[in-house]
């Protein structure tokens, strides 16, 4: 199936595992009450081709459907008051780099801004180890605009929120399943700093706040 039919396809809602059906709303009320009706159908409609980019995908931890991360990313930014291209990049964030859409159908569909915003923090297939590969987006993402950092930030946000509640249920095989400790902190601590950075003495400086305090608690 092609990328532009891939996003306009419609998607079932919820998913299973174990024998049991997880239903998702179809929009969070915060989202629907925060912008106008025709701001919620692109939401909409971002959600469908989201779902259909990741059918299929899970957590690589718990096991549950990938699309929880996507829309927690955008739940976040939607809570906190974020316009409605970052709204929705944070639901396509990594439709492009895990689910074979192409940038130029996320700007036919949702617009220049979003497919820039989407492609900004989306990884490029490169050579080297994990952490060379680390490295350089971090060189990218360090000179990336505000935008994009806070796009990036909520996302690693959900991301370390997620470890957090998965050591609670999995403890340390939560390592295991994922990379190792050692690994993680590296790489979600160096985040930390470029976000620190590069959000200072801004508005978006309380989300690199709120990811400092998860990382500290979960690499305590």
């Known amino acids: 199936m092609g990328s532009r039919m891939l996003c306009m396809s419609e998607a079932r809602e919820g998913g299973a595992r174990g024998g049991v059906t997880l239903h998702f709303p179809r929009l969070p009320v915060s989202m629907v009450l925060r912008y106008s ?10 959600r ?16 549950l459907p990938y699309i929880i991360h996507p829309l927690g990313v955008a739940v976040l930014l939607a809570a906190a008051g974020y316009g409605i291209d970052l709204v929705i990049a944070g639901l396509l964030h990594d439709a ?4 074979a859409v192409e940038p130029r159908d996320l700007e036919r569909q949702f617009g220049e801004t979003v497919a820039r915003l989407v492609v900004s923090v989306t990884n490029t297939p490169c050579g080297g180890t994990w952490r060379e590969r680390k490295t350089r987006m971090f060189e990218h993402i360090g000179g990336a605009s505000r935008e994009s950092l806070t796009l990036k930030c909520a996302d690693a946000l959900d991301n370390v929120r997620s470890i957090r509640t998965d050591l609670e249920t999995y403890r340390d095989s939560v390592w295991l399943r994922l990379r190792s400790k050692d690994d993680l902190e590296w790489y979600f601590r ?26 500290r608690g979960v690499f305590r």
Do not use: N, Q, W, Y
Not at 209 to 214: C, I, K, T, V
């Open 37 to 46: 009706a025709s701001d919620v159908r692109r939401i909409a409609a971002a």
């Open 48 to 63: 469908r081709c989201a779902e259909v980019a990741h059918r299929g995908m899970r957590r690589k931890v718990s096991g």
């Open 96 to 99: 492009v780099e895990d689910g």
């Open 190 to 215: 160096g985040l930390g700093e470029i976000f620190a950075a590069g959000l200072a003495e801004t508005p978006d400086m309380f989300l690199a706040a709120a990811f400092a305090a998860e990382v």
